[in-house]
């Protein structure tokens, strides 16, 4: 059975890094079939899709993170990474990670099952 | 970015009602639209894809409709466990995004 799960500090510095990593089990990020995404939610902004990436490394970002995001995979650990750079208070939610499914081959473009439980980051010196 | 509006926000119903919650997309979506249960402190829990294919596992009374820009939730017959947060999201085009939520209380 999948599962996946995230891990990574609790609480982060203005101005640093957020690193985030998701443990997945039961399926090999290295699977055609599927997309790997992260996703995040606060009370603020409600659900925002942050990227995903697919087994071949091709990620697709949401703009408004661009410049400061990179998701990669560990094929050894069979893990799937999130850094978002220069965080501020803003980037304060809880973040989860997921398998995307795609609705085909020709396009992109998916939907998110299953969902890891989800990770509390506090942006705060 | 496509905006994804629901409404209402919240609702307020019994057990055995049918409710339909409404999710609606500021450009045209195809069926490109999927629907989310959240309980709070929970992950959101896939129900549907493609705008109506149910998930294997979920339960029938839950149905969704629609294409284009409009679409539509619908739970008959509610059961206790249905009271929770849905949410609708659009896969159309990059920035994937997401409804707003509505909230289903029981009355």
């Known amino acids: 059975q999948l599962h996946l799960q995230e891990s990574g500090p609790g609480l982060v510095k203005p101005s640093e890094t957020l690193s985030l990593t998701c443990i997945v089990s039961?399926?090999?990020?290295?699977?055609?079939?599927?997309?790997w995404g992260w996703i995040r939610q606060s009370p603020g902004k409600g659900l925002e899709w942050i990227g995903s990436?697919?087994?071949?490394?091709?990620?697709y970002y949401n703009p408004s993170f661009k410049t400061r995001l990179t998701i990669s995979l560990d094929t050894s650990q069979n893990q799937v990474s999130l850094n978002l750079r220069s965080v501020t208070a803003a980037d304060t939610a809880v973040y989860f990670c997921a398998r995307e499914v795609p609705y085909s081959s020709d396009y992109y473009g998916g939907w998110f099952d299953p969902w890891g439980q989800g990770t509390l980051v506090t942006v705060s010196s | 970015d496509v905006q994804m509006t629901q409404s209402p926000d919240s609702l307020s119903a019994s057990v055995g009602d049918r409710v339909t919650i409404s999710c609606r997309a500021s450009?045209?979506?195809?069926?490109?639209l999927s629907w989310f249960q959240q309980k709070p402190g929970k992950a959101p829990k896939f129900l549907i894809q493609?705008?109506?294919n149910l998930q294997s596992g979920v339960p029938p009374r839950f149905s969704g409709s629609g294409s284009g820009t409009d679409f539509t939730l619908t739970i008959t017959s509610l059961q206790p466990e249905d009271f929770a947060s849905y949410f609708c999201q659009q896969s159309y085009s990059v920035p994937y995004t997401f409804g707003q939520g509505t909230k289903l209380e029981i009355k």
């Open positions: 039961g399926a090999s990020i290295t699977s055609r079939d599927y997309y």
């Open positions: 493609g705008a109506s």
């Open positions: 450009q045209n979506i195809d069926k490109l």
């Open positions: 990436i697919f087994y071949s490394g091709t990620t």
